[in-house]
Each structure stands twice: as C-alpha cells, then as structure tokens.
C-alpha cells in the first residue's frame, strides 16, 4: 500500500472518529446543557426526558418535553406553555437557530402535543421586520390539543384530537387581518372540537374534521356572533349587518390555502341555514381592493335555508329550501368590481317557499333557474307596509317560464339577451305610484335589454291608475322583438317594439265619471278590432252638474264594432299612427250639457289647432260612421227640461284626418255629413279645414230640406219658451267660412205657412197676445225662389266651442229671413210692442185692484163713509192731492 493512500485512510478514519465523538459529546451536551443555553439565549425554558440528535443531517429526536415561556407577557415573540410527548425534526437549521435566532426545520413532527401558543404581535408596518419567525415546510401532529391565543390572550384558535399533515404551513397574525390566518400547499386533518374566532363579532366551532384521500369532511360548521343583535347595533353603528351560519355537513375535496388564494372542489354543503340581522346602516363605500381570490370547482348548497330580518326585527326574506349548484365558481379582485362579484361557468339555482316582504310582499311556491332557462311557479304579490307615491301589486300568477340566450354583465353593464318569455294564469290588481320619474334620469346598468318573444296567456289583470281601473279579462297578449338600450345622449332608456299582439274579453276602464267597455278587444301593430264598445256615465245628470265646476259635457256612448287599419309605432321614441281606414259601426251617442255651472273660461281652441297640437305623427286616410244615431241636449237654469237635437241614420267620411307632424303629406281633412235630422228631414254637411294653416280657417256648408218647423220644438221649446205651431221648412241652405275671430257667408231658408206661440216659463199656458204680437213680424211664407242673406260680422266667444259660433251663424241667417234684413230695427218694434202690451195689462191691473178697493169702502159702516166722504171733500178742495 502506498503511503499516501495510508495516509488518506488514517485521516478519514481520525475525522469519522471526531465526528463520532463530537457527535456523542454534542448529545451528552445537548442533554445536560441545552436546556440552561435555551434558558439563557432564547425566550423560553425547555426541559425533557430524551434528546438525540444527529449533528450531520440536522435530525433531532425528543420526548416528554415541556416548554413555557420564560416571560408570557412578552408580546413581542410567540409564547409557548404546554407537553410534547414526541417530537421529531428533520434538517434543524442549528447555525440559524444559534446566530439568527431563526427556527426552520424541513419535517416538524409532534405527538401529542398540549400546547398553548401566543402569537406575536402583528409586525410593524414600517419597518416591514418580522419578530421570531418560525418556518416548518412541513408539519405533522397526530393526537394534538392546541389552544392559539392572539397577543390580547383573546383566543384564536383551538382543536382537539388533531391529526394534521400540512406541506408548506404558514400562519402569522399578520396573515390574520391582511390575507389569511393558515396557507398551506397540502393537508391531512383529523380532529374535534375545532374554534376560531378571527374577530370580536365572530366565533367559528366545527364538531369535527376528518379527510380521506384529499377528501374533507366537516361536521356542524357554525358562524355565532359573539353578540346579541341590540349590541352589535351600539358597539359597531357603522356596520349594516349581523350574520348566523350553519352547516350541518360539508364535504369537500383539494383544498389548497395559499399566500392570498383559496381554491378546492366538489364542495357540498347539507341543509345549511344563514341568517342575517340588518341594521338599516347603508354600508360605507370602500376603494379597498381585494387582497385574496377564490376558487371553488364545483360547489353544491342542499336545503339551504335562508332568513333575514329587518332593523325592526320583522322578515325581510324567508326561504325555506334553496338549493345551488355553482361550477367553476370564482371571486378576484376583477370579478369583485362588477355587479354581480363572482363568476362562474355554470350554475343551476332552486328554491321552495320563498317569501318576501317589505313596500311589495312576493311570495313563490317553487322557482328554478340555470344559464339557459328559467321557471316560477305560483307566484304571488300583494301590497306590503305603503310608501308615498309608490304603486302596489296585488297579483298572483300560475306560471312563469323563460329561455336565455346571454345573460352577462360586461363593466358593470347588463347584457340581457331573452330568447321567449311565457307568462300564464296572472290575475289581480297593479296600483300606479304618483311619484314623479326622475327626468333626464340615465340608462343606470342597462346596456341592452331584448326579449325577443314575450307572451301573457288566459290572464285577468286591472290596472288601476288614481282610482281608474282598467281592466283586461281573458287577456292574451304576445309581444315580439322588444328590445331597451341607452339613449344616444346617455339620457334614459329607448324603447322598441318590433310587433304585438293582444286580444281580451270585457274589457273595462273605468274614470271619475264613466265606465268603459268593450265585449271584445283586438290590438296589434297593422289592426285594431273592438266590438260592443260602451261608455256609459257613473253618476246621474243631477250628481254630474254638482260635481262639475264649471260646464262640461256628459256623454253616453255605444258602437257596435269599431275597426281600424294601418301602421303604428306606440313604444319608441318615434311614436306615430298611421291609419289606412277606420271604420265606426253603429254607433249611438248622447252628449247632455248643462248651463247651470259656471262658464269655462279656458279657451277653446279650433279642431284644426287641437289636431296640430298632438305631438306625434298621426294620420287617418279614411274614416267611416255608418248607420249612426247622435243626440245632443242641453239644458240652461231658465228651460223646463233639456232641449234636444237628434241627428239620426248618421252618416259620417273624414278624409285625411292628421296632426301636420309628416313632412311631404297633405294636411286638409274633408269632413262629408249625411243624417236625418231630428228623425224628420235629411241633413247633409260639408266642412274642410287645413290642419297646417296657423289661421284655423275653415269652411262649412250644408243643407236640409222638408223639415216640419215643429220638428225643432223639442229644443227650443224647453228653454226659449217658444214652439212652432204650424209650418214647413221646405229647404234650408247655409254657407259659412271662418277663423278663430267669427264666421260669415250665406245663409238661405224657403218655408211655408210658419207660425209660432209663445209661452210661460213652465212651457204650459199659451201667451195669446205675445203671440199674436210675435206672428205679426215672422214671415209666415218665403215665396217660392228667396233670395240668400248674407251672414255677417259673428264675432266669436273664444271659450265657446265650434258649434256655438257654427249656431250663432245659422241664427243670424234665421233672423234675418224670418224677421227681415233690418233685424236689429224690427227686433226693437217687436220690443216695444211687447212692452206696450206689458203697461196696458198694468195698468188693467191697477184699475181692477181700485175698482175693488172702491166697493169695500161702499159697503163699510156709515161713520167710515163719512171718513170716506170728507176725504173726497178735501181732494176736491185741493185737486192737486188727487
């Protein structure tokens, strides 16, 4: 053998020998000295029954250890008080440990460990150092009790029976209020009696944990609050909510806690129940971004019952049974800053009994809801505590059911996308608020909203509006394309409507004053079909006048059908009506007005003016009353009843009714009349008038023939005390223009044999001598060709209607062929006569009372006749006192 090779043997020898007895000499050191130098260089006294320890590899070997902490009052390390039976670390850094006072170990093993620790206290923010950190890659205890105190001595967290295998453990109170108080890589856990309470609200329990093959099972999971709810309102009134929490049994598998990130799978939770207390606080807006994300892969909630209760203490939600099942669920700080703050790839959500409860009170026997589809069944609503201006339902409905195409928020925007809507059996009452829309109010979340088929089915709805019902039995309605998006100025919402469709059966509306109905109603975009239209007072003509402040008509209508066609546009911002042929059969209306109330002082403004002043676009081509009956009557506080106009067998064109809103179209409305007049002589009217002329000119023309003058009697005579008796109006023609000042043109009337009476205000005793007086001055005959008068200077009372300065005109005409061109000459002779027989029947009245008075005094006692006498005597003497 060489001697080098001699050498180098006897070296390696000499240097295993040293390491074997610096080794024996570090044991027997380390089991007699240790103790003392942790004493006198660390923070805490250890003592135990064995100690082995490898100086190569690091390993160290102890059993029955004790530890305690040579001060516990020291905030600045961990505390540590309690056993260890066994206790095995792998790869001990003894160089750290020594010069950087710095436990790391590779494997941290313990045996039934007892152990109380005391977290330090939170690191100091501004220097960014760390007190005694303890780092373990990996730690296991089996058959633990563990109690962790924070530096308050206010408890943390404990376990009993704890099993535990965590690759990666690292838990610090910082982690505890920035990111999370335990993350770990990997974990095996087993153990009972688990507690946490990670603030002064809250305390966490678990009954028990066990885990098989990365398979997590917890038992009686609770969320308690430490205090009662009038507490929680007095220590933390900034805070909006107090929650309860409860799961009887959870299984989930792979979960991973790390640095700031929590994610596991096939999460189950069983018959969980979560209760929440509001405050009534709003809760404080905070830019704070999340420091944390979640993942959960597919996560199930079974039975899950939820409550929440008003600041009075009263349920705001109850839902008995819920379940959800969420895959890919995830929460970040990007998902935190949209409107809904989680996302997720699939979800499917059901429920039970749900209940709901505060201005509007809902209730749900049963819904379910998923990505693609929807259903709602027996859902009812009803009026829940009133809140000013606020409408109210009170409605329940069989079923609801939908299909979504896409249903996502992008940037806090809602993208909506509803393949068909299906809404069946709904029947109740909708009440409207009062409250005024906010104006110039803007799009809010809404990016685009379209329904792209929505149908109500074998409903019964009212709609009631300020105590106006509206009413829609056997509603079906199908609406297609309706589609909401933002306003091109951001200012509100528009809304569109492609087509519709509805149909109901006794349809009602009902006002102040009327009831309006309609046996049937057809609506949709291109038709609108109404049979056995009826508008019918609510209250007599007396209770009418006494509620009307001043004069107004009161109308009882009828139509057997009413049928319109065309196009039009009522839900977009581009509203208009565009009417190929409207059609009213039979029609039979009675407009009653009284003079009794006050004048309207409003202005009245021409038709053409009222047609102009409709905002949106609206044109009728054709407009047809066929086979029509129109009776007006009116009374004043002098007439003995109304007096009474009748238009029979009317017949009504009007062509080219419009609002002057469509650039390029004619605006003249030709309006054709032919009736019956008072069921005794045919009438026909030509009126036109261009709705774009600013001048409201207008021009109406008509004729009438073979009237019997008593056929008028029932209007005049109620209160002008006036009848025909006699006569015939054998043609009578009129021919007016006009503008919102008055009317002229010409007027011709040929009758025959004309006579009248004048009578007393109860319309009963005939006035021979007025009537005599008045026959004198009327033309009984016309002759046979009259000449026309020309009707002029008819001022109008700009609160009066058309019609009263329409009859104004024909009563000039009337005069002045009746009566004589020079009216106003004739009309005061005629005054003056009447006058003159008024004095002469006073004066027969005076005589007749003096005559009278004369036998009296003739047939008194002697001694009164002589009174009687002397009085005559001294007239005598002084004539002048006769």
């Not at 000499?25 to 250890?46: A, E, F, H, R």
């Not at 996302?343 to 209940?355: A, E, L, N, R």
């Amino acid at each position: 053998m060489k001697k080098w090779v001699k050498r180098l043997l006897i070296s390696l020898g000499i240097l295993l020998l040293l390491l074997l007895v610096a080794n024996f000499g570090l044991n027997i050191w380390l089991k007699t000295q240790l103790p003392d130098y942790i004493k006198k260089n660390t923070d805490y006294k250890v003592s135990y029954k064995t100690l082995d320890v490898d100086l190569g590899s690091g390993n160290i070997f102890a059993a029955g250890i004790t530890i305690n902490s040579k001060n516990p009052q020291n905030v600045g390390v961990i505390g540590l008080q309690g056993t260890i039976d066994t206790l095995k670390i792998s790869r001990f850094g003894i160089y750290d440990a020594i010069c950087n006072k710095t436990i790391s170990s590779t494997d941290l093993l313990l045996a039934k460990p007892n152990l109380n620790i005391s977290l330090a206290k939170p690191v100091d923010k501004k220097t960014g150092k760390k007190r005694n950190p303890v780092m373990f890659e990996n730690i296991r205890i089996s058959k633990g009790k563990i109690n962790i105190f924070k530096h308050t001595k206010q408890k943390f967290l404990s376990v009993h029976e704890l099993d535990l295998f965590v690759e990666n453990l690292q838990m610090t109170e910082e982690s505890v209020e920035d990111k999370l108080p335990v993350v770990f890589d990997h974990y095996d856990i087993k153990g009972k009696n688990f507690f946490l309470r990670p603030d002064n609200v809250y305390a966490v329990t678990i009954s028990t944990i066990t885990t098989s093959n990365g398979q997590m099972s917890v038992g009686n999971f609770r969320l308690i609050p430490l205090l009662s709810f009038e507490q929680f309102k007095r220590f933390y009134p900034k805070k909006p909510k107090l929650f309860e929490f409860s799961i009887p049994k959870m299984d989930f598998k792979d979960v991973v806690l790390k640095k700031n990130k929590i994610s596991l799978a096939n999460a189950d939770f069983q018959n969980p129940v979560l209760t929440i207390h509001n405050t009534g606080i709003k809760p404080e807006k905070t830019r704070k971004k999340m420091n944390f994300e979640v993942n959960l892969e597919d996560v199930k909630l079974n039975n899950l019952s939820v409550l929440v209760n008003k600041p009075d203490g009263s349920k705001l939600l109850a839902a008995k049974t819920l379940n959800v099942k969420v895959n890919q669920l995830k929460f970040d700080k990007v998902t935190a800053e949209e409107v809904i703050p989680i996302g997720y790839k699939d979800f499917h959500f059901s429920g039970k009994d749900i209940q709901y409860s505060n201005h509007q009170n809902f209730s749900l026997e049963s819904f379910a809801l998923n990505p693609k589809s929807g259903e709602i069944r027996n859902l009812v609503l009803s009026p829940g505590i009133p809140e000013q201006g606020k409408g109210s339902m009170d409605l329940k409905t069989r079923h609801i059911a939908f299909n979504i195409n896409t249903f996502e928020f992008v940037k806090r925007k809602l993208n909506l996308d509803l393949k068909d809507v299906l809404v069946e059996n709904v029947s109740g009452t909708i009440k409207a608020g009062t409250a005024k829309p906010k104006r110039n109010s803007g799009p809010g979340i809404i990016q685009s909203v379209i329904v792209r088929k929505m149908s109500v089915k074998n409903s019964d709805i009212v709609y009631d509006k300020g105590m106006q019902p509206l009413a829609f039995h056997d509603l079906n309605a199908t609406v297609n394309a309706i589609e909401i998006a933002p306003k091109p100025n951001n200012q509100g919402l528009s809304f569109k409507v492609k087509d519709y469709f509805l149909t109901t059966r006794n349809f009602a509306y009902k006002t102040q004053f009327y009831n309006l109905s309609a046996g049937l109603l057809k609506v949709n975009k291109n038709k609108i079909q109404v049979n056995n239209f009826a508008m019918k007072p609510l209250v007599s003509r007396a209770q009418f006048i006494k509620m009307i402040p001043v004069e107004r008509d009161l109308y009882d209508l009828k139509a057997t059908q009413i049928i319109a066609d065309g196009s039009w546009d009522l839900f977009s911002d581009h509203r208009s009506i565009n009417a190929s042929n409207v059609t009213i059969q039979a029609a039979d209306a009675n407009i009653f007005r009284s003079k009794i109330p006050n004048d309207d002082p409003k202005i009245k403004p021409l038709y053409s003016r009222l047609l102009r002043s409709i905002k949106i676009p609206v044109t009728v081509n054709n407009l047809e009353l066929k086979n029509s009956v129109l009776v007006y009557e009116e009374d004043t506080p002098q007439s003995a009843g109304p007096g009474k106009l009748t238009f029979s067998n009317f017949n009504m064109n009007v062509k080219n009714l419009n609002s002057a809103k469509v650039k390029g179209k004619p605006t003249k409305v030709d309006i054709r009349i032919n009736c019956s007049f008072m069921n005794l002589a045919p009438l026909s009217v030509n009126w036109n008038f261009d709705v774009a002329d600013s001048n409201d000119a207008f021009s109406i023309s008509g004729k009438t023939s073979n009237l019997p003058a008593s056929g008028i009697n029932p209007f005049i005579r109620p209160y002008l005390h006036v009848t025909a008796t006699s006569g015939t109006i054998q043609e009578m023609l009129f021919n007016f223009k006009g503008n919102p000042a008055g009317i002229h043109g010409t007027f011709n009337l040929k009758h025959k044999d004309l006579k009248i009476a004048v009578l007393d205000k109860q319309n009963r005793e005939k006035k021979g001598v007025l009537t005599a007086v008045a026959n004198i001055f009327i033309r009984s005959d016309s002759g046979k060709f009259p000449e026309a008068v020309e009707v002029e200077n008819v001022e109008r009372d700009p609160t009066k209607s058309f019609f009263n300065l329409f009859w104004k005109g024909i009563e000039q005409g009337l005069k002045k062929t009746l009566i004589g061109r020079n009216v106003e000459k004739t009309e005061k002779t005629v005054k003056e006569a009447v006058s003159s027989v008024k004095e002469v029947k006073q004066t027969v009245k005076e005589l007749k009372q003096d005559i009278k008075t004369k036998k009296e005094e003739l047939t008194a006692p002697k001694e009164e006749k002589k009174g009687f006498l002397k009085k005559i005597f001294k007239k005598k003497e002084n004539p002048e006192a006769e």
